[in-house]
T-cell receptor
Framework: GNSVTQMEGPVTLSEEAFLTINCTYT??????LFWYVQYPGEGLQLLLK?????DKGSNKGFEATYRKETTSFHLEKGSVQVSDSAVYFC??????????FGTGTSLTVIP | DAEITQSPRHKITETGRQVTLACHQT?????MFWYRQDLGHGLRLIHY???????NKGEVSDGYSVSRSNTEDLPLTLESAASSQTSVYFC?????????????FGPGTRLLVL
């Protein structure tokens, strides 16, 4: 079946630290992969996506590379800011329009 | 600007009551989805629709129903609310085209069943 596993949180970092949030997936064929971000009290917003192997999605300093050989889509940012504090969800989309979400990783960035 | 809205934003109800959560989108998207978000489970799909008069069950559909009478709205009904349905509910929509596959989410409805 289709599923997404992402690292357990919560994650607490100091401002300007390097961020990695691990995400691995299980799917048949070639899914599209996504990272969504949820700020407190809001709905999810698309952060970045990649639709095929070796694609790199990037946005707002965040990056993730679609690695088919390791079935991974790890989220990285070189220097986090307090405003990056949020919950991050990894997700995949297979055929049809259904998404499969991970459980979310809470990030807190302290000044 | 196009948007997706949910109402109410907060709801308290009692066990056994029928509750309807509204979702309205102005993107003119064919696809609409309802999720619930619970700690430790992430988002789980309740029901979804690929167009008017089309509805489908998701992973956790028991106790919930939806109807799609127009493109803009997909109301979610809890037939007889249970405490296990206390959760945050998110509506989402997406275009049908494979190249426009991003889901857009509403702000959520926080439901408490006493």
């Amino acid at each position: 079946g289709n599923s997404v596993t992402q690292m357990e949180g919560p994650v607490t970092l100091s401002e300007e630290a390097f961020l990695t949030i691990n995400c691995t997936y299980t799917a048949t064929g070639y899914p599209s992969l996504f990272w969504y971000v949820q700020y407190p009290g809001e709905g999810l917003q698309l952060l970045l996506k990649a639709t095929k192997a070796d694609d790199k999605g990037s946005n707002k300093g965040f990056e993730a590379t679609y690695r088919k050989e390791t079935t991974s889509f790890h989220l990285e940012k070189g220097s986090v800011q307090v405003s990056d504090s949020a919950v991050y969800f990894c997700a995949l989309r297979r055929t049809g329009n259904q998404f499969y979400f991970g459980t979310g990783t809470s990030l807190t960035v302290i000044p | 600007d196009a948007e997706i809205t949910q109402s109410p934003r907060h709801k308290i109800t009692e066990t056994g009551r029928q509750v309807t959560l509204a979702c309205h989108q102005t993107w003119n998207h064919n696809n609409m989805f309802w999720y619930r978000q619970d700690l430790g489970h992430g988002l789980r799909l309740i029901h979804y629709s690929y167009g008017v008069q089309d509805t489908n069950k998701g992973e956790v559909s028991d106790g919930y129903s939806v109807s799609r009478s127009n493109t803009e709205d997909l109301p979610l009904t809890l037939e007889s609310a249970a405490s296990s349905q206390t959760s945050v509910y998110f509506c989402a929509s997406s275009e049908s085209s494979a190249s426009l596959e991003t889901q857009y989410f509403g702000p959520g409805t926080r439901l408490l069943v006493l």
